[in-house]
């Protein structure tokens, strides 16, 4: 491997958690909601908003909705699913509503900083970054929110560049901003096909952060190895993997 000089993140789930976040919030909004919600037991209220999370963010990210599209989709689902129609309006008002709460959660992870520190003692003049599949102006939002804007010298989201992540175009754009070479980078992220694979398939050193134990499929198995990610549990293990 060669020295790494840039490592960079991603946000949601790796460095931000995201997931504990939207838990709490979906869970705190659903309690003030009243009849006719309230039908599902918790985990089923977690469940369902994760799906539908998963569903129409791609779709976001495939062209498909656009991001006020992809909030209004949710909710309406969200919604449907406990006999309640909205229209477009409506649904931009409910996902309003969830939306602070979800805020109300906004964190980092705790090994976050102390990796950050621990980096820099092992590689000096290293600089961070984040590349996101996202909305510039959202993410920026929760990288300031939490302080990470001090942390990072660039935030690199897919709404801005126009290519979302796996693709090796945002990697390598990433790479441009820095001025380095895609050896000269990694890559830190929680998702092996979206992330890791994807960022050592241009080049970088592609780092998974496999924090909930997932089992990989195959077909990402054998990619992963083929590309030589790199896998860790907590970025605690990341110093030592790239100094």
């Known amino acids: 491997m060669t ?18 976040a939207v838990e709490a919030g979906i869970l705190r909004y659903a309690e003030t909601l009243g009849p ?47 006999g309640v129609a909205l229209d477009d309006d409506q649904a931009s008002a409910w996902f309003a509503d969830y939306f602070e709460h979800y805020v109300a959660g906004w964190t980092l992870h705790d090994d976050t900083l102390p990796a950050l520190d621990a980096l820099e003692r092992r590689i000096p003049g290293v600089r961070f970054g984040v590349i996101t599949n996202g909305d510039l102006a959202f993410q920026r939002r929760k990288v300031d929110a939490v302080g ?48 890791a694979i994807g960022a050592a398939q241009a080049g970088l050193t592609g780092v998974w952060l496999n924090r ?25 293990e990341l110093p030592a993997l790239l100094a």
């Open 3 to 20: 020295a790494v000089s840039v490592v960079l993140f991603d946000l949601d789930d790796t460095l931000f958690a995201h997931r504990a």
């Open 36 to 82: 006719p919600y309230g039908a599902l037991e918790a985990d089923e209220v977690v469940t369902l908003w994760h799906d539908l999370e998963e569903e129409h963010y791609h779709s976001y990210l495939a062209g498909r909705l656009d991001f006020e599209g992809q909030r209004q989709a949710r909710a309406r689902d969200f919604a449907a699913r406990h």
């Open 148 to 195: 990470l804007d001090v942390r990072i010298a660039h935030l690199i989201a897919s709404g801005e560049v126009g290519i979302p992540k796996p693709d090796a175009g945002i990697f390598l754009a990433a790479c441009d901003t820095f001025g380095v070479r895609p050896d000269q980078a990694a890559y830190v992220g929680d998702r092996l096909r979206t992330d």
């Open 212 to 236: 909930r134990a997932a089992v990989p499929s195959p077909d990402d198995e054998r990619d992963a190895l083929a590309a030589g990610v790199r896998t860790i549990s907590t970025l605690a």
